[in-house]
């Protein structure tokens, strides 16, 4: 069984530059979400997706945005970064849709550091 | 507003003793808990949930309690030992919403 695999693990961007991170489910799961954990704080929903479409949304602009493919890989797309955008982004999945009550299982994150 | 509070940064314990990790939260539309642990360099695994319906839950060493009046859930490590070192994030969700909103993690340092 393949976990939560995440692509790249440490970025560096510049102020205004526009960022793709890359998440690959574990073998089975239907559903991804992405989840930003700054220094100190715990993780904090961006969004979800099942079945190539965003079904639930977190508190962010829409400069945060992403992608579910057929085999349910996904990707987390950020315009016009900003300084405060430096954290921890961290990709899960699990089986079900929108249905909050199963476990998710993470990636090991990328480290985004905005300069 | 911060939805579920985990008022405790850190926490130390013996080896061989009992851990006590607390965590409160404000919604009552929260119907799924869970806990999650966190090593450095590598993200959260799951590691015990529990269903509203129910007022605890036992998993090996770890047991989840909830007390719904109170809004607050608590879990008990026992014995504790040093690979249970780790940041341990409490989380809640609702039915049917998808995501699920955590706390800000307890350090626990279990000493030999």
């Known amino acids: 069984e393949t976990g939560v695999t995440q692509s790249p693990t440490h970025l560096i961007k510049t102020r205004g530059q526009q960022v793709t991170l890359r998440c690959s489910s574990q073998s089975g799961h239907n559903t991804v979400s992405w989840y930003q954990q700054a220094l100190g704080q715990g993780p904090q929903f961006i969004f979800q997706?099942?079945?190539?479409?965003?079904?639930g949304r977190g508190n962010f602009p829409p400069r945060f945005s992403g992608l579910q493919f057929p085999n349910y890989s996904s990707e987390l797309n950020v315009n016009a970064l900003e300084l405060d955008d430096s954290a921890l982004y961290l990709c899960?999945?699990?089986?079900?849709?929108?249905?909050?009550?199963?476990?998710?299982?993470f990636g090991n994150g990328t480290r985004l550091t905005v300069t | 507003d911060q939805q579920v509070k985990q008022n405790s940064p850190s926490l130390s314990v013996q080896e061989g003793r009992i851990s006590i990790l607390n965590c409160d939260y404000t919604?009552?539309?929260?119907?799924?808990f869970l806990w999650y642990k966190k090593y450095p360099a590598e993200g959260p695994t799951f590691l015990i949930s529990i269903s509203s319906i129910k007022d605890k839950n036992e998993d090996g060493r770890f047991t989840v309690f909830l007390n719904k009046s109170a809004k607050h859930l608590s879990l008990h490590i026992v014995p504790s030992q040093p690979g249970d070192s780790a940041v341990y994030f409490c989380a809640a969700s609702e039915t049917n919403a998808g995501k699920s909103t955590f706390g800000d993690g307890t350090t626990l340092t279990v000493k030999p």
């Open positions: 919604n009552s539309m929260f119907d799924y």
């Open positions: 899960a999945s699990r089986l079900g849709g929108r249905d909050g009550n199963s476990p998710l299982h």
């Open positions: 997706y099942y079945r190539e479409e965003e079904n």
